[in-house]
């Protein structure tokens, strides 16, 4: 096995080896005593990260399962998306193939959508929610979710959250800020095994979800709601992935969720001062593609020189032992992440 520390891809992240030890525990009947206390632990470690009172729902699913949940069990009516890169530009799309009357502004990859011109979108006409991802993977941008939420509630729009590279590496406060639903991916900040997604409900969000038609069944998150708090899932969950989280809960618990904010921030401002120093270094290009007030600090997105393609530097690093990531989407042959 290639030694812990050399695996740098925005997802799915290295996973610490007694996370993966974890999986290796037996079976349980998913109905009963046992799996309930299982739940238990994972709600207790979950709910600290989202800083919610709130029920963590867990999907057996990626993310993208519970991004389409989101559009489908938000109240009817219009929705608006709000694309600043690639995986806002697929929330955009979800809203579209769920039969949702949806609307995009942005579009452009270098910054977050500006807060005007969300408020004129929303004074143009009515939504019942929008949808944002807080931290873009494909250019290391970050959102400000509050800003955004204090807007929407002006307007009684919902805030779709896609935090799915933000939760657990950069503050999200998602009862302090007024967030309608948070939702995250396990092989991304919370460094689990790919194949869960979890996300927090507000009540206000939850109670109309009910007039949304057309939720369908397996992420009818009104069914969810109901589960969660008998601590079960509505169907099978995958059990093994439920051990790996009750073990990377306890130990983000025991680092505080503060310090993994800080913690990454720290691993964030190295890489920015890697990339400046290269560009003096090379007296070439070599930047951070996100602005400087609005980077994640999860993942960094860095633009190339013209004459330098993405995908030899990622063979390059590889052949010295690490794993980093290649660019993503149109900035594929232009970054590295
Ligand atoms: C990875 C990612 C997703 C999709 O996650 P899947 O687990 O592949 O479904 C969605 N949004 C963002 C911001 C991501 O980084």
Known sequence: MTPFGTFFLPGPTEVRPEVLQAMLQ??????????????????????????????????????????????R???????????????????????????????????EWHRPVPLDVVEDALRTRRYSALTVVHSETST?????????????????????VDSVTGLGGVP?????????????GSQKALALPPGLAFGVASEHFIAEAGQAQGRGLYFDLVEFEQYVHRNQTP?????????????????????????????????????????????QRAGAPFCVYA?????????TAVSLPPNLAGDAIVKGVAK???????????????TIR
Request: contains cysteine; positive net charge.
């Open 73 to 107: 069990c938000a109240r009817p009516g219009a929705v608006l998306c709000l694309v600043n890169g690639a995986f806002s530009e697929r929330f955009a799309h979800i809203a579209h193939a769920c039969g949702r009357d949806a609307t995009v502004v942005g579009g």
């Open 320 to 334: 010295r032992g690490f794993v980093i990531g290649g660019g993503y989407g149109k900035l594929k042959a232009s």
């Open 172 to 184: 999200v406060e998602t009862d302090a800020w007024g967030l309608d639903f948070v939702l995250t």
């Open 26 to 71: 037996p079976m349980l009947p998913h109905r009963g005593a046992a799996f309930e206390s299982l739940f238990a632990r994972v709600q207790a470690g979950l709910k600290p990260i989202f800083r919610t009172q709130r029920p963590v729902y867990v999907s057996s699913s990626s993310a993208t399962g519970l991004m389409e949940a989101a559009v």
């Open 235 to 279: 169907n099978t969950p995958a059990l093994s992935l439920l051990y790996a989280t009750a073990v990377q809960g306890e130990r983000i618990a025991r680092e505080t969720i503060a310090r993994r904010w800080e913690r990454h921030q720290e691993m964030a401002e190295h890489t920015y001062s890697w990339v400046h120093e290269l560009r």
């Open 140 to 160: 290391g941008t970050l959102t400000d979710i509050q800003a955004l939420a204090t807007l929407a509630r002006q307007f009684d729009c919902a805030v779709l």
């Open 291 to 299: 602005p400087e007030d609005a980077r994640s600090h999860t993942v």
